[in-house]
């Protein structure tokens, strides 16, 4: 008897010793808050950081203001948060924040936090986002203070689209693999992408935005003058979420053939309820150009002379004639280049290589020049500048002989006939005097 007792004793302890180590527990637990913000771009990595505003004091069950950035700006009850942004911004570089942490791969972050309220700072450089104050603590039915668990959901203001393209120096008729990367403000009513191609042709685009399906879509051409559109609307549930658009364009033959021109141009932007942000700066592509100038000896333009571009395996390299008269890559086109009125035949749409050029025919009065010339093309899209080759070629008259319309060589002929015939004549004499 005197052993269960014992025991029944012990467990009696026992059960007391948890009861109590759960109510230290649950004790320390509200002195302690969970704050959580989601929703955050997930195009970057942000850095987020929490700055007091209020803290609890426990003992006297109290919310004391304790900041001295904030002044006027933060009251208990102030709920339009414009004017604390613009404090916070003025004071940050002399602030230190009490949490910090780097949002996941999936937009969140959470902190452990001494309970209070906090002001929310998201340092992404790509979206700005609306003031959040979080207030983090309950009160208990008993009109105690304690911790809490807040979820906060952020509120990006902007929008912010980037451009990439995969090639930086093509040919005429090459693919080109751009990229857009923007977002939808929380806010948006209306939400748009716009392309703005200069010298492609734009294929279908695949677009993914971060929890929604992946899709593919058409541009839609706008107008006239080159510009496209991808409306994004229906996918407004999507907020704060990145966006990405990838699409082939394919390099026209309007090219800008001089060094200073371009191979293509591509610019984006995004329009929200129905107000346009800043385009991108273009993606340019480059290529090379290629000008042959053939000059007869008196320095005039040869017309008419004929040419072939060969590439470093010793193919001919095709060609199409623009309206303009220069000569674009194109591989269902003819492979010979004639000089304009002013000596000059211009390909242009050339890719990178070893090229050589040959004439092939002279107009008349002019030899063909067998010299076989190199250009060189090289990557020139470090400098934003097409690669400018030129190659002059000198070529001088043909040779003829004179005619005045006088005796010419006429007299010269006669001349030599007689001496010819005195000499026989002297020779026969000679030979008869000499058999005598």
Known sequence: MKRIRKIVALALATVMMMAMSITAFAAENKTESTV?????????????????????????????????????????DTTDFTALKTKFEAAKANLSAEYTATTSADGK??????????????????????????????????????????EIVAKGSTTNTEKTADKGFVEAGEEVNFTINTNIPYEAETFVVFDQPTNLTLKTATVEIAGAPTFTVEFTEVTA???????????????????????????????????????????????????????????????????????????????????EVKDSEGNLV???????????????????????????????????????????????????????????????????KNCYVELTIVDPDLIQLPFTGGMGTTIFTVLGVAIMAIAAALFFATKRKASK
């Open 109 to 150: 972050v959470e902190f452990k936090v001494a309970p209070g309220v906090y002001y929310a700072a998201i340092s992404g450089s790509l979206v700005e986002y609306n003031a959040m104050v979080i207030k983090a603590y309950d009160v208990t039915s008993e009109g105690r203070y304690e911790g809490n668990t807040v």
């Open 36 to 76: 959580k913000i989601t929703n955050i771009s997930t195009r970057e990595a942000s850095e987020v950081k929490l700055y007091k505003l209020a803290s609890v004091d426990f003992t006297n069950n109290t919310v004391t203001i304790d900041n001295t950035w904030a002044g006027d700006a933060y009251k208990a």
């Open 225 to 307: 003058d080159s510009l496209y559109k991808i409306d994004l609307t229906d996918y407004l549930q999507y907020k704060n979420a990145g966006v990405k658009i990838t699409y082939v364009g394919v390099v026209g033959k309007n090219i800008d053939e001089v060094e200073d021109g371009y191979g293509f141009k591509n610019a984006a932007y995004s329009q929200v309820n129905g107000e346009d942000s800043t385009p991108t700066p273009p993606v340019t592509g480059y290529t090379g150009t290629i000008v042959i100038e053939k000059k007869g000896s008196n320095n005039e333009a040869v017309v008419g002379a004929t040419f």
């Open 318 to 384: 095709p060609v199409s004639q623009r309206a303009d008269g220069v000569y674009v890559y194109d591989v269902n086109g003819t492979a010979v280049v004639t000089s304009d009125e002013d000596g000059m035949a211009v390909v242009t749409g050339l890719g990178v290589g070893d090229y050589t050029v040959n004439e092939k025919t002279a107009p008349q009065g002019y030899t063909v020049d067998t010299t076989v010339y190199t250009a060189k093309i090289t990557d020139t899209s470090a400098n934003n």
